[in-house]
């Protein structure tokens, strides 16, 4: 076996213990296959809720959300994506249907792909798939490997772990774990995006994350992004 074979081989039998082992449909979200370790307990989750191919979604990654990695404000967040959105699984084969259609599915699947490939590394995941949803803003794609390609390519990023994730079903078994954790969200997910800052949903406010974030950190090393913020939100 090579070491990614091993790897897969190891997510997916935790993946499918996780499946085989839940009590109900709900499956318990441990984050323990890809979630980047805590840095500091004090640290604020930050998570996005997003589909691939929604421009408001698209439009938030590639400019909004990059915000996270200007002045410091990175080092005091857990980021999470969770590219599943509006999408359903659907009975009894357990198929996945996305808003907007098959080319979403791909791509969802591919993100989901990257944030394992480099899952203590966000700026690296973010990278990418900040860079695809850009390009899904420049119009249809009409190659879609190319397309994701090409994003490591400018990233000077291995394309062969996404690769191998893809075509060895895990990627759909990340998806479906992704689906199950949207799906049982708390308050529901109503739209996208969908941010949430410590299980707070911030609905039309998602734009003003950093103050959320700021506001809700209660550490000691504030960092220069919240230092400057005249006036931080309430979170309560
Ligand atoms: C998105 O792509 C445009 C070029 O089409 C580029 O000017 C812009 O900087 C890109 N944005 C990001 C965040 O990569
Ligand atoms: C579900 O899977 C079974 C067995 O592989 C197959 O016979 C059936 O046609 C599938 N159903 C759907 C709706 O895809
Ligand atoms: C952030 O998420 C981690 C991992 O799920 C959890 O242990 C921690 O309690 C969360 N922190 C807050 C402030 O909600």
Redesign the pocket.
């Known amino acids: 076996m090579t070491s990614h074979q091993l790897y897969f081989f190891i997510v997916f039998t935790s993946l499918m213990f996780m499946f085989i082992s839940s009590p109900c449909s709900c499956v318990e979200y441990d984050g323990a296959t890809n979630l980047p370790p805590p840095k500091h307990n004090d640290n604020v989750n930050l998570s996005l809720y997003y589909e691939t191919l929604c421009p408001g979604c698209a439009e938030f990654i590639s400019e909004g959300l990059g915000k996270l990695f200007e002045k410091g404000l990175i080092s005091i967040v857990n980021l999470r994506l969770i590219p599943w959105g509006n999408a359903k699984i659907?009975e009894?084969?357990k198929?996945i249907d996305c808003q907007h259609g098959e080319d979403e599915c791909y791509f969802n699947t591919i993100e989901a792909c990257a944030i394992l490939a480099w899952p203590d590394q966000p700026k690296n995941h973010f990278d990418f798939i900040q860079c695809l949803e850009n390009r899904t803003l420049r119009g249809p794609i009409r190659d879609r490997k190319e397309a994701w390609l090409t994003c490591c390519k400018d990233l000077e990023l291995s394309p062969n772990f996404i690769k191998d994730c893809y075509e060895s079903g895990i990627g759909r078994l990340l998806e479906l774990k992704y689906g199950d954790e949207t799906l049982h969200l708390n308050p529901p997910l109503e739209y996208v995006p969908w941010v949430t800052v410590n299980n707070k949903a911030l609905r039309e406010d998602y734009e003003k994350f950093v103050e959320y974030v700021c506001g809700a950190y209660k550490g000691g090393h504030v960092p220069e992004a919240c230092k400057s913020l005249s006036k931080p939100a309430e979170t309560n």
């Open positions: 659907v009894p084969n198929t």
